[in-house]
């Protein structure tokens, strides 16, 4: 009988929901004709639309007219390269600091314990052998040997703490007022991405195919795109030296939101928004991948962010049909965990049905329809 009444309640929830997310997403939904009819008609949400649609009104400053980036990543920069061991350079300031962390005091404390127990041992193993010694000593305890080895490790345990600690409080460190909000929905296999505080500007980013593997006339990947399985038709694009807030979330399964180079790995829940910041500190091209195992295509959901001056954000946001927000207003995107004190299920209903505000019009776009590419379906 509880388990009829879920179902009903259940049920009951899923209708009622798209018109609670009607009514709350008002703004966005009022942006998103806008956002879609000029997204149709630039080569990188949707290659077929290219040849016969109209040029857009402001033609976007970071795309070439056939919907190709300007913008070429840096060889061995924000991307894997070949045959490297360690970090991708860091362009965020957690990132250097984690860099740092990572090449000053770990490795170098994990090889020499790593150095100095292989010294012990191997002496164990020569020097106490039976034939070099058929007498055993009997000895038992030894006070002083004692407390270096529990003192020892308990120091080293602090030392590491002190940066360890710092830096994770860092990572969680709730972005200013000013911050940029960007939220990264995760799908199967997608990202879509939005812009709540810039008008409610959308995108929605598929991975760019191989030349041979897509029919003639579609947009494939270039070398100015980025390295292949890294590139995406749409770039995220961000500006730099300006904390941006990322949120990140899920339509279906769990997805992982990770850029390498910013330090950045954000679990995206459906029903839930995860929130961090970073500052990225250079411009530049910088790609990631989801970082959660999700499906059958998720290594094909890569991410791309396009670092650019505030200047050029600007100019972007424009072009895409956004708003820069009022000067000192803080962030409407805020949210508020459920659960959380902040949590007011009568103001802000999305915070307490998470996946119904996750829902707004995104089922409609799947991974083929957007790269128009059949070779894609059961991949
Ligand atoms: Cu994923």
């Given at each position: 009988m509880l388990g009829l009444t879920t179902i009903v309640l259940a049920a009951g929830l899923a209708l009622a929901g798209p018109a609670t997310a009607q009514n709350t997403a008002a703004p966005a939904a009022a942006n998103a004709p806008t956002e879609a009819s000029a997204g149709g008609a630039q080569a990188n949400s949707s290659a077929p639309a290219t040849a016969d649609a109209p040029a857009p009104a402001v033609a976007d400053p970071l795309l070439n007219a056939d919907g190709t980036p300007k913008t070429a990543p840096q060889a061995g920069i924000g991307m894997p390269v070949d045959g490297h061991i360690t970090l991708q350079q860091q362009v965020t300031p957690n990132g250097r600091e984690a860099h740092w962390f990572h090449d000053a005091i770990l490795l170098p404390l994990v090889i020499a314990i790593s150095i100095f127990v292989l010294i012990?041992?191997?002496?164990?193993?020569?020097?106490?052998?039976?034939?070099?010694?058929?007498?055993?000593?009997?000895?038992?305890?030894?006070?002083?040997?004692?407390?270096?080895?529990?003192?020892?490790?308990?120091?080293?345990?602090?030392?590491?703490?002190?940066?360890?600690?710092?830096?994770?409080?860092?990572?969680?460190?709730?972005?200013?007022?000013?911050?940029?909000?960007?939220?990264?929905?995760?799908?199967?296999?997608?990202?879509?991405?939005?812009?709540?505080?810039?008008?409610?500007?959308?995108?929605?980013?598929?991975?760019?195919?191989?030349?041979?593997?897509?029919?003639?006339?579609?947009?494939?990947?270039?070398?100015?795109?980025?390295?292949?399985?890294?590139?995406?038709?749409?770039?995220?694009?961000?500006?730099?030296?300006?904390?941006?807030?990322?949120?990140?979330?899920?339509?279906?399964?769990?997805?992982?939101?990770?850029?390498?180079?910013?330090?950045?790995?954000?679990?995206?829940?459906?029903?839930?928004?995860?929130?961090?910041?970073?500052?990225?500190?250079?411009?530049?091209?910088?790609?990631?991948?989801?970082?959660?195992?999700?499906?059958?295509?998720?290594?094909?959901?890569?991410?791309?962010?396009?670092?650019?001056?505030?200047?050029?954000?600007?100019?972007?946001?424009?072009?895409?049909g956004g708003t820069m927000p009022a000067v000192g207003k803080p962030s409407a995107a805020t949210p508020a965990q459920p659960g959380s004190d902040a949590t007011d299920d009568t103001a802000t209903p999305a915070n307490g049905t998470g996946p119904v505000v996750n829902a707004i019009d995104v089922p409609a776009t799947t991974n083929q329809a957007a790269t128009a590419n059949p070779a894609g379906a059961g991949n």
């Open positions: 012990l041992l191997m002496w164990v193993i020569f020097r106490y052998r039976r034939a070099a010694n058929p007498t055993p000593s009997k000895t038992a305890h030894n006070t002083a040997i004692e407390v270096v080895w529990t003192l020892l490790p308990v120091l080293i345990l602090v030392v590491v703490a002190v940066p360890s600690i710092r830096l994770l409080a860092n990572q969680f460190k709730p972005a200013p007022d000013n911050a940029v909000t960007l939220k990264a929905i995760g799908n199967q296999w997608f990202w879509s991405y939005e812009y709540p505080d810039h008008g409610g500007i959308e995108l929605t980013a598929n991975m760019l195919k191989e030349k041979d593997q897509v029919a003639a006339g579609t947009r494939y990947r270039t070398e100015a795109d980025g390295p292949r399985l890294l590139a995406t038709d749409t770039r995220v694009v961000l500006p730099v030296g300006v904390p941006i807030r990322l949120l990140a979330t899920a339509n279906d399964v769990i997805h992982s939101w990770a850029i390498p180079a910013f330090w950045i790995k954000l679990d995206a829940v459906p029903g839930r928004i995860n929130e961090t910041s970073f500052t990225i500190e250079k411009p530049g091209v910088y790609y990631g991948q989801c970082s959660e195992l999700c499906g059958a295509r998720h290594a094909f959901m890569p991410i791309v962010v396009e670092a650019v001056t505030p200047a050029q954000f600007e100019a972007w946001v424009r072009a895409k």
